[in-house]
């Protein structure tokens, strides 16, 4: 007997395990391969498999339980930036990814690739990204995993349990969403009180928390897309399995939704961005304009002693006792005059 699903689980999975379980109406069991492909002749209960790109003995259970498409078990072993979704009269196939924050504190896609006719549903999660542990590769499907065990999750069918996974996906964006929120917050409290002249480090986290955005923003965008065209074509094809509108209505209104909160906290950062670079610049101006004034006072101390410094015989005051003491004061009165004037202007 291969691994199987353990219900609830949140642990490692280990590299070649296929997890197996039944979804009824009374709640979840682990199976065997065997048992699956009884289950699957014999009832109407829901069959879920899931394992990883590099699982072989998975891979084959896609041709032999759904018949898959050759090109669609290839995606599986590659990373799928634009997402996908194959209609076809008996099944279902969609490689849609979710999002998870890496040990960088970078976010990454979680590429799932889902297959699915009325009661077989196959999960294969992959590549993901090296700096993803795997509970945060998994954290969807545990969720999902944990409400069927405990009863607050009933699908009717596989399609219902992938429109669930989906759903899922989608809060967990939206609480990415809702900390960058606060992290924008965050941000544009430091931004008015920080030093401009220190604000490197802060600029560091705008440009990082902007690219969280962007990514959440393709996602959602590009998901939503994907939703409206399978609307679109159920509406045009007649010969395709059906599906319950209603659901792909929800997860497309939801996708679009996230797609404008995105765009309007990346507005919102935008006005954090744009207020830090005002302060620095006008920090900048105000140092300029001190170099500016000290510069002026400098030079009216050069022109001072550049008279008194030329090389002629008749210069008047050369002979005289108090001539250099005068000249420092000369000197003294005008930077203290020019001082005073540009203090009044606010540029010392």
Request: proline share 3%; aromatic share 8%.
């Amino acid at each position: 007997m291969p691994p199987v699903l353990q219900e609830g689980g949140t642990g490692r999975r280990g590299r070649g395990a296929v997890h197996i379980c039944v979804v009824t109406a009374s709640g979840v069991r682990s199976l065997s391969v065997e048992a699956a492909r009884h289950t699957l002749g014999s009832s109407s209960d829901i069959v879920w498999i899931d394992f990883g790109h590099e699982d072989r003995e998975g891979t084959c259970l896609l041709t032999d339980l759904l018949g898959a498409q050759p090109d669609d078990v290839d995606d599986c072993s590659n990373r799928m930036p634009v997402p996908k979704l194959h209609a076809y009269a008996d099944h279902y196939y969609s490689a849609i990814n979710g999002l998870a924050r890496g040990e960088d504190g970078r976010l990454y896609f979680q590429p799932l690739k889902i297959f699915f006719n009325t009661t077989l549903l196959i999960t294969v999660m992959g590549p993901t990204s090296t700096a993803l542990t795997p509970a945060a590769v998994h954290h969807d499907l545990t969720l999902i995993r944990e409400r069927l065990a405990t009863g607050g999750l009933r699908p009717g069918s596989a399609f219902e349990l992938v429109a669930a996974i989906r759903l899922q996906m989608l809060r967990t964006q939206q609480s990415l969403v809702t900390e960058a929120a606060t992290r924008a917050a965050e941000l544009e409290k430091s931004v008015m009180s920080i030093d401009p002249v220190k604000a490197e480090a802060v600029l560091n986290d705008l440009f990082s928390l902007r690219h969280d955005l962007q990514t959440i923003r393709t996602n959602a965008a590009q998901t939503h897309e994907l939703y409206v065209h399978l609307i679109d074509t159920l509406d045009s094809q007649e010969a395709l399995m059906r599906l319950d509108v209603r659901r792909l209505n929800d997860l497309r209104l939801g996708f679009s939704h996230l797609r404008n909160t995105v765009d309007l906290e990346r507005e919102y950062l935008q006005e954090v961005l744009d207020l830090l670079q005002t302060r620095v610049s006008t920090e900048l101006t105000r140092f300029v304009r001190k170099i500016t004034a000290w510069g002026t006072i400098g030079i009216a101390w050069t022109v001072i002693v550049g008279i008194y410094g030329m090389n002629f015989d008749d210069i008047p005051g050369l002979g005289w006792r108090f001539g250099y003491a005068v000249a420092f004061g000369l000197m003294a009165v005008v930077g203290f005059v020019l001082a005073v004037m540009f203090r009044r202007r606010g540029w010392l």
